[in-house]
């Protein structure tokens, strides 16, 4: 079950860890600028140390014919996975299109392929006391630690045992990599050819470019 812990009580643990709960030369809103700084850093790390999937989000593109190019949402961070829909009950995988294979690819000639897409969304930014972040299992301690680094460091107060515990916080999240779900392959190898797939003209590679993703179609028939 996930541990949710809101701006609020990050900001309280924050002046908690700089001794700061009285101090009106630390306003609330730089604590919860320094949330927002750090909120990222953390969030990085736990994509990275996790399951791949936990922190995903999912969108459908409908393609256009003779369009290749469509937005990514507003929100994207990464890709986990391209899916495409050949049928009520068939969702098939698509990888990255191939640089050595360029010449082989080519607009989508339909316009109803429904293309589903997993990814990580960019961590959100704070903007009210009641807003959530998942720290998993606590985690989100690390946040807070490093705000009131930055806090110490401002007054000229010795930061050391704070950056000592982060450190040791942070390697700790990054340890958990190594026991991570890996959840398969990013990057996949067709090895269908000669499948009965319900369509002869397959939606076939994806590219990532300038805040888009680009769709393309095999130039050549499957069976």
């Known amino acids: 079950m996930a541990r949710n812990v809101a701006r609020l009580a990050l900001r309280t643990r924050v ?3 700089s001794d700061t709960e009285n101090d ?7 604590i919860n600028n320094l949330l927002n700084l750090h909120m990222p850093h953390v969030y990085g790390i736990l994509v990275a140390a996790g399951a791949p999937d936990y922190y995903s989000s999912s969108t459908t593109i409908t393609t256009t014919s003779g369009t290749t190019s469509y937005a990514l949402p507003a929100d994207f961070r990464s890709l986990v996975n391209m899916y495409v829909v050949e049928s009520a009950d068939i969702r098939r995988i698509i990888g990255p299109m191939r640089e050595s294979y360029r010449d082989q690819y080519k607009a989508p000639s339909a316009s109803n392929w ?3 897409m997993e990814y990580i969304p960019c961590c959100p930014v704070w903007t009210d006391d009641a807003d959530n972040f998942d720290g998993v299992e606590g985690w989100d301690w690390l946040i807070s630690a490093l705000c009131a680094r930055d806090i110490l460091i401002k007054q000229r107060r010795d930061a050391s045992t704070i950056v000592a515990m982060a450190i040791q916080h942070e390697q700790l ?5 190594s026991n991570r779900d890996k959840g398969g ?3 996949v190898q067709d090895v269908e050819y000669g499948a009965s797939w319900p369509r002869t003209v397959r939606l076939d590679a994806y590219r990532l ?3 888009n993703v680009e769709l393309y179609e095999s130039l050549y028939g499957w069976p």
């Open 15 to 17: 002046r908690q860890l």
């Open 24 to 30: 009106a030369n630390i306003t609330d809103t730089e």
């Open 114 to 116: 429904q293309v589903s």
């Open 173 to 177: 999240i990054k340890s958990m990599s």
């Open 185 to 187: 392959a990013r990057y």
């Open 209 to 211: 470019r300038a805040g």
